[in-house]
T-cell receptor, first 114, second 115 residues
């Protein structure tokens, strides 16, 4: 069965520290990859996506992610976090079978300390 | 453009009861997906509908069901509620084409508490 794993359950960083959140998926076929973010009290929203082309994708608020096909990974990075980045981050994979669906990882809670 | 609307936002039920949740997708979106979100479990996929047809189903018992109407609005039903069904139920819609194709847009969710 397809699955998505995220390396960390809870990450605590100080402002200006660099961030890397790991994501791995288990599916050998063609996939679309996503990172979603859920700020406190807000809807889940798209942070960035990868469909094809350049494996380094940039999203909103200075986030970027790199797709490494050989490692089945799609890690999220930000060089300098802010207090406002405190949120829950979800990696997701859309499996492109004849009937596709989006599978989410368990999420990583990020707390940024001012 | 209105977003994804879910009703009710909050509800409390007791064990054994049933509940129906509603989702109105973004205008023009024909795909609607449902997820169950609980602390520590993340988002668990329930089912996905497209043009009134269930295309995908997650690993939930038959107590969980859904349907989609001709106007793309969707409902999900949970019968014989159990304490473990307490969760935030999220609906998301998407479109296969156009700007934002194949990207899920989520609603605010329906928070179900089972006592």
């Amino acid at each position: 069965a397809q699955s998505v794993s995220q390396h960390n359950h809870h990450v605590i960083l100080s402002e200006a520290a660099s961030l890397e959140l790991g994501c791995n998926y288990s599916y050998g076929g063609t996939v679309n990859l996503f990172w979603y973010v859920q700020y406190p009290g807000q809807h889940l929203q798209l942070l960035l996506k990868y469909f094809s082309g350049d494996p380094l994708v940039k999203g909103i608020k200075g986030f970027e992610a790199e797709f490494i096909k050989s490692k089945f990974s799609f890690n999220l990075r930000k060089p300098s976090v802010q207090w406002s980045d405190t949120a829950e981050y979800f990696c997701a994979v859309r499996v492109k079978t004849s009937y596709d669906k989006v599978i989410f990882g368990p999420g990583t809670s990020l707390s940024v300390i001012p | 453009k209105a977003g994804v609307t879910q009703t009710p936002r909050y509800l409390i039920k007791t064990r054994g009861q049933q509940v129906t949740l509603s989702c109105s997708p973004i205008s023009g979106h024909r795909s609607v997906s449902w997820y169950q979100q609980t602390p520590g479990q993340g988002l668990q996929f329930l089912f996905e509908y497209f043009s009134e047809t269930q295309r995908n189903k997650g690993n939930f018992p038959g107590r969980f069901s859904g349907r989609q109407f001709s106007n793309s609005r969707s409902e999900m039903n949970v019968s014989t509620l159990e304490l473990g069904d307490s969760a935030l139920y999220l609906c998301a819609s998407s479109s296969p084409a156009g700007a934002g194709a194949n990207v899920l847009t989520f609603g605010a969710g329906s928070r179900l508490t089972v006592l």
